[in-house]
């Protein structure tokens, strides 16, 4: 195509390309972005029965507010509740949920990036598709029994403690299950090939011709690559940690069959406060309290970064 | 001679990875009520326990039902996408793309939620079809980066030989561009078959009393005497989904070696 032709068609472009991706823009619009929004405003709302009363207020999340209830048609405060980040159960289970994330994101990536290396750098290219194959199978099959299956493993009577006791590493069975520490495992096994992933892809696009030049010069292997390959790697290694944290905030199978629902996180709390306790203005600023969090948590680190994220000059 | 520590740490990773999965079949064999060791003994019992539970027939029809819809739908607006964002440059293109891949990263319960509290407000009562909603959503993103690859490895001088040959746009993608990216609409679809089939989240609470699969194995959890079936069960699905997988990877195969490109990577 010439550069006439292409300057003529700019405006045709623009608009065949807007045309062609407008029913899948709309659904996520209307299906996701219109759903965020509601949430978004539900959660400057006032509470009433089975309703939300459109009466703007902060107090969802922080202060005292009160859920309303219409009496003989007046609108009476029936009960009294705190915001999300004044209420101390609510507080607590935010604080639990980031530091389950944050555990669970670095022990993921701290785990993957070995497993990335490996596969980068020591198997042969014609076999890389079949390790990355090997490593993203378990992970499309049910992931409740997945989750259900680590009770089995870290249970009283289960794989480990058998192993433990059969080589006489332990005299009597350890309690491993429903702890922060068995949930956290559970939720570094889910999100593994979601860290291997993107670091393996960072490591595929290093020049190998670096590595040697830094060897050449005197360095050694491990300097080389704390020097060379791992900056390098660090765009794959910021993807993994995001992807890893973001999702972990929200997890809530995990808490229910790991955690034996003793260690409820926000999606528990999400769960019970927008269902069972009718208060969807509260339960609506704990999902924005979340998604703020992670958000927020996710820009700091892109920045700490960004001197890796530029890219090639 | 390359550091033998780094294939020890490797099985070791994969022993992590498959643990959970390879436990599945030795306790859905095992001839006890108690998913623990010491195994007692070999049994058949439990695999003809899924076989006579009429609610997990049940089940496994809505989630097939589910699945097929929802995977045929986000493939279709994952074809918009996919072809919109590799030929084609328009406003707030960043903006767009970003909120048809948002599910990728944002917790399947506020998406959940948010869907749910909308749909209840608007007095719509919860069934397969707001559940198939969900599933399109969040198998939409995972369609369209499966088949932006396979747009990407397009070559574009074979879509412009057949406008020069007379084609108009909608018979050139009909006759040249879509039996070239068939492959990748294929593992696309499989992939969000995949997806659809294992959701729990959004399958629970936008669903009704009609219950997917996962939502059925989740109340069985809580039962222990149900426990060893829904090993036996998972033991299926492990099979099943590997098969699955295979034909996934097969044909990605397939259309990279049809449009001549150059293998760049797997699934995600």
């Known amino acids: 195509m010439s550069d006439g032709k292409r300057g003529r068609f700019w405006g045709s472009d623009a608009a065949s390309g807007l045309g062609l991706v407008s029913p899948t823009a709309l659904y996520a619009i209307l299906l996701l972005g219109a759903p965020l929004a509601f949430v978004l ?24 507010c009160a859920s309303y209830k219409t009496l003989d048609g007046v609108l009476t405060p029936t009960q009294k509740y705190r915001g999300a980040w004044t209420d101390p159960v609510l507080f607590s289970i935010m604080i639990r949920s980031l530091t389950v994330s944050l555990l669970v994101t670095f022990l993921t990536v701290l785990l993957a ?28 099959t049910s992931y409740v029994i997945r989750v259900f299956m680590w009770n089995a493993i870290l249970g009283f009577s289960g794989v480990l403690n058998s ?23 559970t939720l570094a096994h889910s999100f593994a090939p979601f860290a291997i992933l993107p670091i393996y892809v960072a490591l595929e696009k290093i020049d190998r011709s ?12 491990f300097l080389t690559f704390l020097r060379v390959t791992l900056p390098l790697s660090m765009p794959g290694v910021v993807a993994a940690v995001l992807i890893v944290f973001i999702p972990t905030i929200g997890d809530y199978v995990t808490p229910k069959l790991v955690g034996g629902s003793k260690f409820p996180m926000i999606a528990n709390a999400i769960e019970v406060l927008m269902l069972k306790g009718d208060n969807k203005p509260l339960g609506a600023a704990i999902a924005v309290s979340a998604m703020l969090i992670v958000g927020a948590i996710s820009l700091v680190f892109i920045g700490l970064n960004r001197r890796f994220l530029r890219g090639p000059q | 001679m390359k550091l033998p520590v780094m294939k020890i740490y490797a099985i070791a990773f994969l022993i992590f990875l498959y643990g959970p999965i390879l436990l599945l079949p030795l306790f859905a064999f095992n001839d006890s009520t108690v998913v623990a060791f010491p195994l007692k003994g070999f049994t058949t019992q439990w695999f003809r326990a899924v076989w006579a539970d009429a609610d997990l ?22 074809v918009f996408a996919a072809r919109a ?47 198939i909603l969900g599933h399109v959503l969040i198998c939409t993103p995972f369609a369209v980066a499966m088949l ?20 108009g746009p909608i018979s050139t993608f009909y006759l040249v561009i879509l039996p070239l990216v068939t492959p990748g609409i294929i593992s696309a679809l499989l992939i969000s078959f995949t997806i659809s089939l294992d959701e729990f989240v959004i399958s629970n609470f936008l669903g009704s009393k009609d219950k997917l699969l996962s939502v059925y194995i989740f109340g069985q959890l809580r039962f222990p005497k149900n426990v060893p079936t829904i090993m036996a069960l998972g033991a299926l699905l492990v099979a099943l989904s590997v098969i699955l997988l295979t034909l996934a990877e097969y044909f990605r195969r397939r259309g990279i070696a049809k449009t001549g490109a150059k293998d760049t990577g797997g699934f995600v």
């Open chain 1, 41 to 64: 405003i539900a959660s400057f709302m006032t509470d009433g029965y089975l309703e939300i009363i459109p009466r703007f207020q902060w107090c969802n999340y922080f202060g005292e």
């Open chain 2, 57 to 78: 027939w049940k089940a496994v029809r809505n989630s097939l039902f589910v699945a097929c819809t929802a995977s045929v739908l986000a493939t279709t607006l994952g």
């Open chain 1, 113 to 140: 990036y070995p497993m990335a290396y490996f596969i980068s750098f020591n198997v042969a290219p014609a076999r890389k598709g079949i390790w990355l194959f090997l490593i993203t199978i378990p992970f499309w």
């Open chain 1, 210 to 221: 670096l590595l040697e030049a830094g060897q050449d010069l005197g360095e050694s292997r």
């Open chain 1, 163 to 185: 192993i433990f006791l059969g080589i006489g590493l332990i005299d009597k069975p350890l309690d491993m299950s429903f702890t922060i520490q068995a949930m956290v495992v």
């Open chain 2, 148 to 167: 932006t690859s396979a747009f990407q490895s397009l070559d574009k001088s074979l879509e412009e030989a057949a406008y020069d040959l007379g084609e």
């Open chain 2, 85 to 131: 964002s590799t030929r084609y440059v328009f406003p707030a293109k960043g903006a767009v793309m970003g909120l048809i891949m948002l599910p990728l990263v944002l917790p399947d319960m506020i998406m959940a939620m948010a869907l749910l509290v909308v749909l209840l407000s608007l007095n719509i009562e919860l069934s397969l079809v707001t559940v």
